[in-house]
Antibody, heavy 118, light 107 residues
């Protein structure tokens, strides 16, 4: 059974880079599927951030200039880096699996909370 | 971006009720719509994909319908675990977008 687990620092200072990792177990990310990041600000709705399919990425246009999503196949991990963060980036960050050609999210991690504050 | 508008924002109901949540898209998305359930403090859970396909393991009291710009999520015979928040998501055109959510609360 595939499981996803997000990890990373819970507190990031403004203007710094937020770095998160999603560790996938029970499935090899080399075998396919897209791997997505979604976030949810406190008390608000869900926002897709970006996705990666092996070496190919798709980013939300308004985050594209600050965002890097990559895969480490040897570690079976997906990573997210978001540069120049502000308080508006405070959120619960989820990683999720997306089928190859249907971009809904069928398996989700538990999420990790990130606060941006000095 | 394709905007999704859910209605109502909040729905008050009782155990055993049949309820319907609507999701309207700002342009046609064919059948490329999913529904999720999110309990407080938990990750979303996929219920329905391709507008009407039930995800494995999801109770049959959940059903989805619609195409184009108007979609529905229906829960027949509400159970205590169903009182929570539901989101729709379109995957017709990137960026993939979500509705603002509908909270189903106890009347």
């Amino acid at each position: 059974q595939v499981q996803l687990q997000e990890s990373g620092p819970g507190l990031v200072k403004p203007a710094e880079t937020l770095s998160l990792t999603c560790t996938v177990s029970g499935y090899s990310i080399m075998s396919g599927y897209n791997w997505a990041w979604i976030r949810q600000p406190p008390g608000k709705g869900l926002e897709w951030i970006g996705s990666v399919y092996l070496g190919s990425t798709l980013y939300h246009p308004y985050l594209k200039s600050r965002l890097t999503i990559s895969v480490a196949t040897s570690k079976n991990q997906v990573s997210l880096k978001l540069a120049s963060v502000t308080a508006a980036d405070t959120a619960v960050y989820y990683c999720a699996r997306q089928p190859d050609t249907d971009y809904y999210m069928d398996v989700w991690g538990n999420g990790t909370t990130v606060f941006v504050s000095s | 971006d394709i905007q999704l508008t859910q209605s109502p924002f909040t729905l008050s109901a009782s155990v055993g009720d049949r309820v319907t949540i609507t999701c309207r898209a700002s342009q046609s998305i064919s059948k490329w719509l999913a529904w999720y359930q999110q309990r407080p403090g938990k990750a979303p859970k996929l219920l329905i994909y391709k507008a009407s396909s039930l995800e494995g393991g999801v109770p049959s009291r959940f059903s989805g319908g619609g195409s184009g710009t108007e979609f529905t999520l229906t829960i027949t015979s509400l159970q205590p675990d169903d009182f929570t928040t539901y989101y729709c998501q379109q995957y017709h055109t990137s960026p993939w977008t979500f509705g603002q959510g509908t909270k189903v609360e106890v009347k």
